[in-house]
C-alpha cells in the first residue's frame, strides 16, 4: 500500500493543532485563540431559521449573499471576495491556483506554520525568511523567484503588526503575490485590506474564527484583484460554504456591535494581562492579536511552566523550535480566565 502514496506525502509531517481537550474535560483553553464569548445571538437565529430540512439541497456555489455582505462591509466588489471554509482553505487554494511542483514559496519564520506543511504538501521550494533579531523590523527577503510570499500579519505566534508602508514595500519588492494573512487584525489598530486597490500582486485572507467567535463555524475569505479571485475561483471546491455556515456568517458580519463590543472587551483584557505579566517580571511584545507570546527565563522555564499550566488545566500554546522557545503564546480569554492563569503562573513562576 505504501508504495501508492506520494513520496514526499510518506515523508510529511502533518500540520499539529494546538491539542483539543476531550468532550468530557473541563479546561481553560487559551492555545488556539479562539474568541472565549459568543458569537451574535443573530447567528443562533440563523441556524435555527436555516433549518435541517433546507439541508438536501446544495447550498449556493458562489456563497453569493455571504460575498455581497462582506463587499458592503469593506467597501468592495463582491468580485474582490472569495469564500473559503477557514481561510485555511484559502491558503491551499492560493497554492493550487498560483504554484506547481518544484515552484517556490517565501515566509518569514517564525510565522503561521502551515504555510510550510502547505508548501511541502504541494512538493515546493521552502524560502523561509529569518524575521531576525528585531522582529518588528525584518529584513526584506533575498530576491529569489518565488510564486507566493505569506506575511502573517498580525504575526503569529508572536502578535506585533507591521505597518502598511511596510508591506507596501514588501509587495514591491517579493516576485509573485504577496499574501498577507490578515487572521488578527481586527484586534489590531491598522490592517492592510485597502491597499489591495492600489497594489495588484497583494491578496489579504481573513477569518471569522477568531473576531467573530466562529472557529467550529469555518469561513475566511480573500481579498484581492478581479483577475485573481476569478482564478482562484476555478480552483475552489463548487460547494465549498455549506448552507449554515453562509446563512450565519452573513448575520455574523451584519451584528456589527456585537463584534465590535466584543472586540473592545477583549482589547482590554489583553492589555491588562500584559500588564499583569509586566509586574510579575514577564516580558511580552506589545501585541495587535487576541494573544500575548509571554518570554520566559529559559526554553526550560518556558516548558516546564507550559506542563505545570496543563497538568493545571489551562491550556496554552508552546512552541519548542528555536527563537520561540523561550515564550508560550496564550490566547485572551474572559477576564476570569486570565485572573485564574495569573494565580497558577504566580505560582509556578520562579
Ligand atoms: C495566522 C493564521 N492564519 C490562518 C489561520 C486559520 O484560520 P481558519 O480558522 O480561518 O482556518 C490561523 C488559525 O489559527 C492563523 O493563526
Keep these: 500500500m505504501r508504495a501508492a502514496v506520494n513520496e514526499h506525502i510518506a515523508r510529511l509531517k502533518a500540520y499539529v493543532p494546538g491539542l483539543q481537550p476531550r468532550e468530557d474535560e473541563q479546561v481553560i483553553k487559551l492555545n488556539t485563540n479562539e474568541n472565549p464569548y459568543p458569537p451574535s445571538p443573530w447567528v443562533e437565529e440563523a441556524i435555527r431559521e436555516e433549518g435541517a430540512e433546507s439541508l438536501r439541497l446544495y447550498p449556493n456555489p458562489t456563497s453569493r449573499r455571504l460575498r455581497e455582505t462582506a463587499a458592503s462591509l469593506y467597501g468592495l466588489a463582491p468580485a474582490q471576495i472569495l ?4 481561510s485555511d482553505e484559502i491558503l491551499g487554494i492560493l497554492l493550487r491556483t498560483f504554484t506547481t511542483r518544484g515552484d517556490a514559496i517565501g515566509y518569514y519564520q517564525p510565522s503561521y506554520s502551515y504555510y510550510k506543511t502547505l508548501g511541502e504538501i504541494h512538493a515546493l521550494e521552502l524560502l523561509p525568511t529569518p524575521l531576525g533579531e528585531n522582529p518588528t523590523e525584518p529584513p526584506l527577503p533575498a530576491d529569489r523567484d518565488v510564486r507566493l510570499f505569506f506575511l502573517t500579519n498580525p504575526n503569529s505566534p508572536m502578535g506585533f503588526s507591521l505597518k502598511p508602508e511596510f508591506v507596501a514595500r514588501l509587495a514591491d519588492h517579493v516576485q509573485g503575490v504577496l499574501v498577507v494573512d490578515e487572521a488578527y487584525a481586527d484586534f489590531a489598530g491598522w490592517d492592510c485590506l485597502a ?10 485572507t481573513r477569518t471569522l474564527s477568531k473576531s467573530y467567535s466562529l472557529a467550529g463555524l469555518r469561513v475566511g475569505f480573500a481579498f484581492g484583484a478581479e483577475q485573481w479571485i476569478e482564478q482562484m475561483d476555478k480552483v475552489r471546491d463548487h460547494y465549498n460554504l455549506n448552507r449554515i ?4 456568517a452573513c448575520v455574523a458580519l451584519r451584528d456589527q456591535p456585537h463584534f465590535h463590543e466584543n472586540r473592545v472587551r477583549i482589547l482590554k483584557t489583553r492589555e491588562r494581562f500584559r500588564q499583569a505579566l509586566g ?9 495587535e492579536a487576541n494573544f500575548v507570546f509571554a518570554r520566559l527565563a529559559s526554553a526550560k522555564a518556558a516548558s516546564r511552566i507550559f506542563d505545570a499550566l496543563t497538568e493545571r488545566g489551562i491550556y496554552v500554546r508552546y512552541f519548542p523550535e528555536a527563537g520561540l522557545d523561550r515564550g508560550l503564546r496564550i490566547s485572551i480569554g474572559t477576564d476570569e480566565q486570565m485572573d485564574r492563569l495569573l494565580e497558577e503562573l504566580r505560582a509556578v513562576v520562579p
Design 83 to 86: 469564500c473559503g471554509n477557514g
Design 195 to 204: 491597499l489591495i486597490q492600489d497594489i495588484p500582486n497583494l491578496v489579504v
Design 245 to 248: 455556515a453562509q446563512a450565519a
Design 279 to 287: 509586574e510579575m517580571g514577564i516580558e511580552s511584545y506589545p501585541s
